[in-house]
């Protein structure tokens, strides 16, 4: 008899599994939600505990969060106290009565049986970098707590509302809160139970398409503010990491950051610390040929010097250093050479980006600096640039100018423009890219930027920069409406060797961390705009935090990301990523490039100038009061008399028996002993 049921025993244990595998397939995505803050999944409550309280019903506390959630619930867990009294400081209740409803409320989220995913994002991987003094908020409900309790609990609201939600707003679809049944207060967007289904959707299409991502790797911490990395083109591989404040950094090959900053103006930039103030330094460009002659440019704001007098807020400066002759990882300060100077009446439109295109010309890129007719009649001649692209020539012989126009400038010939003006009608340039390789072997110059529209603010825009062109009326590459609110930040078209598939692409985002691409097709020279998906989950092993100050390039090609999250409570947040192929080795074999050691200069006038400035093309430019071929011969004027030699600007060395600056007065006490000795 009971050899006759083992089969039917058999039959019922493997219905049973596959009941209960199913079930578990069927409630997968629930059961990794319901978790609470310790991990345990939440708690049923019996009926003779469920308080079904209104939301609004005085008292608040643990009843008003058993009325939230009145069937499952983590308030019992012990892990829920701790994290009450860890959060006193933040959410204690304020003066402000809309502000403090809404912090009773979120006080419950560690009672929501999504606790666990609504404080821990699941994408950072075991150990989360930060904990999070809120939950994830949904997003409408992020601006609604923003604009409600702002100024109501101090020290912690001290940024904008696109920050702040940047942090706080879920932006993957998952769950936020509040999760429970609520009045809608401003949409859909404001309660998670409306997009659940999305959710499971969007999980679904990113399993199916995670393999087309990309990966980031975090390659340094610890920056503050930092807006741009460039590599200097000399074969030592060095990133060089410009910081907001007036401090570029060197990144060498072996992972380090160098003690001693590349160069250090902290003290002549001014720069803003409030949202949307773009002041600070701005840029660096390295001279094609700075392996040779040392030479780069720089761009900062500041109010120094006669422009910052009056309606001017500030100047925009560009300048030209060199660097030390004796130290390759430090600039020489003494060879500060002013450009140029842009007067500025606004903290915002500033652009300000300086790149060397393939033609050897210097480009400076500026915006229009919200200016209105009305300012343009206090401003000077130097408000003729805003808003456009500039093209100089820095190859010149000539000591007494910086620089020359080129010929094939647009206005070269021109009375009614600047003749550096190589195109205009530019808004607010977020970053300028130029194609080093173009595929197209018609095109001399592909500059990308990215730009907003001076007819719809709203929507944003790509320029391909034409000799010539007005973009007021100028029909751009692309435009579209951004994914947020946060502006464009312009990228740089990827030339690099570890990744095939982004290989001509030029990759660009917004500051809230949405990146995109566009690459030309080569049948249609069409320009076809795709998103750039950016893994943190599988072989992806790190996760982008903060908003997007900019991009960088480093000499193999390579793109970085720049960020720094609460960048106005914590400032040395800054991290450097680096967009990364999973699909390819770190390092693929054809990729190894041997790093060379920085060398200090070697040029005949680096070597050789001493009392003067050497040009970029090698020619030695003497300092008031000296001459020569490399300014070593000291000028006296009127000239040293009786013999005496010019040792220093108009400073004489006389012989025995003569005085005078110039030598000119016979010293008669010296005479008087002569003639007196032979007695």
């Excluded at 009450?84 to 809309?98: D, F, G, M, P, Q």
């Excluded at 989360?128 to 949904?138: G, H, I």
């Excluded at 890219?433 to 173009?438: E, M, S, T």
């Amino acid at each position: 008899m009971m050899l006759k049921m083992l089969p039917f025993k058999l039959l019922l244990v493997a219905v049973v599994l596959c009941f209960f595998e199913g079930d578990a397939k069927f409630g997968e995505s629930g059961a990794r939600r319901r978790r609470c803050l310790n991990g345990t999944p939440p708690r049923r409550l019996k009926k003779r505990d469920r308080r079904v309280l209104s939301p609004e019903a005085p008292g608040g506390g643990e009843a008003m969060c058993r009325g939230l959630y009145p069937r499952l619930s983590c308030c019992s867990r012990t892990d829920a106290q701790g994290l009450l009294h860890a959060e006193a400081k933040i959410l204690s209740v304020t003066n402000n009565t809309e502000c403090a409803k809404l912090l009773e409320e979120i006080k419950c989220a560690h009672c929501s049986p999504h606790a666990q995913n609504l404080f821990h994002s699941p994408e950072k991987g075991e150990t989360p970098e930060r904990e999070l003094t809120l939950p994830y908020l949904c997003k409408d409900y992020c601006k609604e707590f923003y604009y409600t309790c702002r100024g109501h609990i101090p020290g912690f609201l001290q940024t904008t509302a696109d920050e702040f939600c940047f942090y706080y707003a879920r932006k993957d679809g998952g769950v936020c809160f509040p999760d429970f049944p609520r009045k809608q207060v401003r949409g859909p967007a404001s309660n998670s139970l409306d997009h659940m289904e999305e959710y499971d959707k969007e999980e679904e299409i990113s399993r199916k398409h995670k393999h087309n991502c990309f990966c980031i790797q975090e390659v340094v911490s610890g920056l503050r503010q930092p807006v741009g990395a460039v590599h200097c083109g000399d074969g030592s591989h060095r990133l060089f990491i410009l910081e907001k404040e007036g401090y570029v950094k060197i990144f060498s090959p072996e992972g380090d950051i160098l003690k001693e900053p590349f160069l250090d103006i902290h003290k002549l930039v001014q720069s803003g610390i409030k949202g949307g103030d773009e002041r600070g330094l701005l840029s660096l460009a390295f001279h094609p040929n700075y392996k040779k002659n040392g030479k780069l440019y720089v761009s900062y704001t500041t109010n120094q010097e006669r422009w910052a007098i009056g309606p001017h807020d500030h100047i925009l400066r560009v300048v030209e250093y060199t660097v030390s002759r004796k130290n390759p990882h430090q600039v020489d300060m003494r060879t500060a050479r002013v450009f140029l100077e842009v007067a500025e009446l606004h903290r915002k439109h500033l652009g300000g980006q300086l790149l060397f295109g393939p033609d050897g010309f210097l480009y400076i890129f500026l915006g229009d600096g919200m200016i209105t007719l009305d300012d343009m009649e206090e401003m000077d001649g130097l408000s003729d640039f805003t808003g456009s692209v500039l093209r100089l020539d820095v190859n010149t012989d000539l000591c007494n100018v910086p620089y020359s126009i080129p010929r094939s400038n647009p206005h070269f010939n021109s009375t009614n423009q600047p003749p550096e003006i190589f195109a205009h009608g530019l808004h607010n340039p977020g970053r300028c890219a130029v194609d080093r390789h173009p595929t197209d072997v018609n095109t001399n110059l592909t500059i990308l930027c990215s730009d907003s529209n001076g007819k719809n603010r709203s929507s944003a825009r790509i320029l391909q920069i034409i000799k010539g062109k007005d973009y007021e009326s100028e029909p751009s590459l692309l435009e579209f409406k951004p994914f947020s609110s946060g502006s464009l930040v312009g990228g740089f078209v990827y030339r690099g060797c570890q990744s095939e598939r982004l290989y001509g692409s030029y990759v660009f985002g917004d500051r809230n961390g949405n990146f995109l691409t566009l690459q030309q097709s080569p049948a249609t020279k069409q320009w076809q705009e795709k998103p750039l998906c950016l893994g943190n989950t599988g072989s992806c092993r790190g996760f982008f935090s903060g908003p997007v100050l900019g991009f960088g390039e480093d000499e193999l090609g390579e793109i970085y990301i720049l960020s720094s999250s609460k960048s106005m409570t914590q400032p040395h947040s800054g991290k450097l990523y680096k967009i990364i192929d999973p699909k390819r080795p770190l390092v693929p074999e054809e990729c190894k490039r041997t790093a060379q050691s920085a060398q200090t200069l070697t040029s005949e006038c680096s070597r050789h100038c001493r009392n003067g400035h050497c040009t970029p093309t090698g020619k030695c430019c003497c300092n008031q009061g000296w001459e020569g071929e490399f300014c070593r011969t000291a000028k006296c004027d009127p000239a040293c008399r009786h013999g005496g030699v010019c040792v220093r600007p108009n400073k004489c060395l006389c012989k025995k028996g003569y005085l005078g600056p110039q030598c000119e007065q016979v010293d008669r006490n010296i005479r008087r002993v002569t003639r007196t000795s032979p007695r």
